[in-house]
C-alpha cells in the first residue's frame, strides 16, 4: 500500500512589502493554510494577519510543494524555517518554535551551532512528545519507558546493553509540562484537560 500523497507545504505572505515576503511557513492538507484567516489566535501569527487585515489587504497564500507525504512535508517545512529563521532567532518567520532551554545562555566550549538546527530540533521535539502523548493516551493503564522506546523505535544499544535515555527524556519533559503524570514506579498516564 502506497502511503498518502496528500500533504502540501505553504507560505503566508505580507502583500503590506514589496516584494511581497513570507512571514510563516506551514504544512497541511486540505484547506489548512487557509484556515489562519478564519481563525486569527493571539499568536505573532495571528497579529501579522490582523495588521494586514487592518491595512484593508488580504494575506497571499501560497502552495509551494504538494502531493507529498506526510514525513516529505515535515521535512521541508522544517528546512524551510531553518532558511528563513524565526523572528526569535534573528529571521523572518512568525513560527514560534520554543526550545526548553535557551542554548545561548548555557557555554557551549566553542560548539558552532548552524543557524536553523535550534528550529529543526524542537520541531522534532515537539513531534515526539505528541506521538508519545498519542500512546499514553491510547493505553489507559499508562505507559513505561520501555514501552516508549520499544513502540516508537527509540531503543538505542549504543556501547552494548538497552539504552532508552531519548525516551526517558520525553517522558520527563511531558510531566513537566503537566500532560503526563507519573502513578508508579514505572508507568506513566497522560492528563488529559
Known sequence: MTEARSYYV???KDCRTSPVKPFYIGKGTGVRAWEHELQIDSSIKGERIRLIHEAGLEVL???L???LTEMEALRIEAELIAAFGTEATGGMLTNVVVPST????RKLRNLIVPSGIVEKSQIAL???KEAVLELAISNSEGVTNSD???ALGLQSD???GSKDYLSWSLLGLLMREGRLKR???KRHKAQVR
Request: glycine share 4%.
Open 158 to 160: 549504543y556501547l552494548g
Open 10 to 12: 505553504y507560505a503566508l
Open 61 to 63: 497564500v501560497t502552495k
Open 102 to 105: 535557551n542554548p545561548s545562555k
Open 148 to 150: 516508549v522506546s520499544h
Open 65 to 67: 510543494v504538494d502531493q
Open 126 to 128: 515537539h513531534m515526539l
Open 183 to 185: 502513578v508508579d514506579k
